[in-house]
């Protein structure tokens, strides 16, 4: 469900994944759904405190789960997630799953796809790279944010930020002083991602691979290069690219109405969080609340 954290942090249930969401700014919440005693799928969704967005850590579900089990837990993890202000919720699925159906049914929509291309080794790098990327700056945000905003559809530009703001990340600016590209970077015990943003007139190959040359991991761990959709040019620069694995992307949104609060002795709704509309009952196995 979120590949970022997949990549750099490791599986779901892994201790360092589950470690990396325990922080004073991180909301964190898990889901069972139950059925005749017996749990069918577990789900998390997490949070960093002031975002609009929300994150679907993991959707887990047993053999004996079935569509309607794991709707009614995204319901369920909706309204969480609407309860500590979350406007959009996001989820990343491989392209071959077969949940897709059940997220439609609770109202998620693709709004993008990315091909997810991870490097184990990378060539010697024994001379002077061609593109100098640099680490970036408060004085690159302008540029950045003006590149953002030509690149990214208008429609999506609220559901992909600038920059996740996790690392310092890479700019690469031409002879002339304008702006080419730039790169978010997230770090993690388990790999590195790399999310790139470059102007459509770039086209050299040698662009990416400057670029995933220059972030010197001295830990030597894998590197995960993220290819949205919107930017079609970037696949042809990476076909070269000596990629051990590639996996393909289906991009989630959920929009969200936010809640209002419900005065005391008010109707609640149908659905509370230990039973649904639908006669699927979902209870809570973990809570992390700031």
């Known amino acids: 469900m979120d590949s970022l954290r997949l990549a750099t942090y490791g599986k779901p249930l892994s201790l360092t994944n589950l470690v990396s969401t325990i922080g004073p700014a991180l909301n964190s919440y898990t ?52 309860r500590w202000g979350v406007r959009y919720l996001l989820a990343d699925l491989a392209q071959e799953t077969e949940l897709l159906p059940a997220f439609r049914r ?22 002077d790279m061609t593109f100098k990327w640099r680490p970036w700056t ?5 540029a950045m944010g003006t590149l953002h905003r030509l690149v990214v559809p208008k429609l999506f530009q609220n559901i992909e930020a600038p920059t996740r703001q996790t690392a310092i990340g890479r700019v690469l600016y031409d002879e ?3 702006l080419l590209g730039y790169a978010d970077v997230a770090y993690g015990p388990h790999g590195i991602w790399v999310q790139p943003m470059l102007a459509p007139q770039v086209h050299d190959p040698l662009i990416l691979l400057d670029l995933l040359l220059g972030l010197g991991d001295a830990l030597h761990r894998p590197i995960y290069l993220s290819l949205r959709a919107y930017q079609p040019w ?9 990629a051990v694995d590639i996996k393909e992307m289906e991009l989630l949104v959920r929009y969200l109405v936010l809640q209002e609060e419900v005065p005391q002795g008010a109707a609640q709704p149908a659905f509370n969080g230990n039973q649904s509309e639908s006669s699927v009952p979902v209870i809570q196995a973990s809570s992390k609340e700031h």
């Open 106 to 127: 609770a109202d998620f929509t693709v709004w993008s796809r990315q091909k997810l291309l991870r490097f184990n080794k990378l060539p010697e790098n024994n001379v």
């Open 138 to 142: 408060k004085n690159d945000i302008k």
């Open 234 to 242: 970037l696949e042809g620069m990476a076909a070269e690219l000596p």
């Open 31 to 82: 889901g069972v759904s139950i059925e005749d005693n017996s749990p069918r799928c577990y789900g998390q969704v997490l949070h960093q405190a002031g975002k609009a967005h929300g994150q679907l850590g993991y959707i887990a579900p047993t053999p004996h789960c079935a569509d309607a089990h794991i709707t009614a837990l995204l319901e369920h993890l909706i309204q969480v997630s609407g």
């Open 176 to 178: 002339g002083g304008g």
